[in-house]
């Protein structure tokens, strides 16, 4: 058994067995994916997969048995490499943070600002993506921390901490129409062209919910992923748009309009997460803090550690 055949178990159940994502994730070809498979198999005398001809359904109970135990190898192999860095580099280094776009836009600087204060040996690396390449990312070793919404906090591999709730608002031109109605009602806005993100980020879950509920199905003629984007056809005259609330800045206070719709919409939650069991350098477990403010360092580490790890102090 090898650290390559064990990255492919996982990656399989990843990528619901894709062997084709599976090569590409790990830069291989998927018939080197699909040798280490049966060598593995031939090996430990058990099938792993569920099979269908040539394709992968899903796990055997044995395979289950192995995935877990492949989870925990590689990440103890991971934690063995970060250890050096741990009592080496003391408060330098790069953090890497998957987020998405409308966090770095709006909610992270002063957060950074915050952070490089404290940390000023630090590179501060941000990666936007949907919440499914956030998720994909910490798996994969490419970011520290993910923020997100409450996909990270449904993974149990995940640690995650909330940071704040969120609601939406409706953006309207000045002077629009809907400006004059009172109380906002889910039937006056359907009346009109709807611009807002698009499926699988920012809550468009919560609003299309909304909707389904008052069994109302909006126009919604333009979807997009960051919340400037959706401004700017705001401001064209396309639509009105449903954006996050904190994506307000002072600039927009001469063309817009913004309307509250908490009581519309069902509230939102930004989580952090971090990869369960991984050691982290000191300045991971700070920023979290820094989000995060009733949480001590021992609950972060707590939370984020398995038990016999989180006894030990790697604050350094």
């Not at 064990?6 to 994730?25: F, G, H, P, S, W």
């Not at 741990?86 to 002063?110: C, E, K, M, W």
């Not at 039937?187 to 919910?209: K, N």
């Amino acid at each position: 058994v090898n650290f390559q055949q064990l990255k492919i178990i996982r990656e399989a159940a990843r990528q619901d067995y894709n062997l084709t994502e599976v090569a590409n994730m790990l830069y291989t070809s998927q018939s080197g994916v699909s040798r280490h498979i049966r060598e593995l198999e031939e090996e430990l005398g058990i099938e792993i997969f569920i099979r269908r001809g040539k394709r992968l359904l899903g796990m055997t109970e044995p395979g289950k048995a192995l995935l877990s135990i492949a989870e925990r190898i590689l990440n103890e192999a991971s934690n063995v490499r970060r250890l050096a860095d741990l009592f080496t580099n003391d408060a330098s280094g790069v953090l890497t943070i998957a987020t998405t776009h409308t966090q770095a836009r709006y909610s992270l600087p002063p957060v950074i600002k915050a952070f490089r204060e404290l940390f000023s040996d630090v590179r501060v690396e941000l990666v936007q993506g949907t919440p499914q390449e956030i998720e994909a990312l910490l798996h994969n070793g490419g970011a520290d921390i993910g923020i997100a919404s409450e996909r990270l906090s449904n993974d149990p591999t995940l640690a995650a901490f909330p940071w704040f709730r969120w609601h939406h608002s409706l953006l309207v031109p000045k002077d629009h129409p809907l400006t004059q109605v009172s109380p906002l009602t889910l039937e006056a806005i359907a009346r009109w062209p709807l611009i807002t993100y698009r499926q699988g980020i920012t809550g468009r879950s919560r609003i299309d919910e909304a909707f389904n509920r008052k069994g109302l199905m909006p126009d919604i003629v333009l979807s997009a992923q960051d919340s400037d984007v959706i401004k700017t056809y705001v401001e064209l005259g396309l639509g009105v748009g449903l954006v996050a609330e904190q994506s307000g800045d002072a600039r927009e206070a001469d063309t817009f309009t913004r309307l509250d719709t908490r009581h519309l919409f069902d509230a939102n939650t930004v989580w952090l997460g971090l990869k369960r069991g991984q050691l982290q350098r000191n300045y991971v477990w700070r920023f979290i803090e820094l989000c995060n403010a009733g949480l001590s360092l021992d609950e972060i580490k707590r939370q984020a550690m398995e038990p016999e790890e989180a006894a030990i102090d790697y604050q350094i």
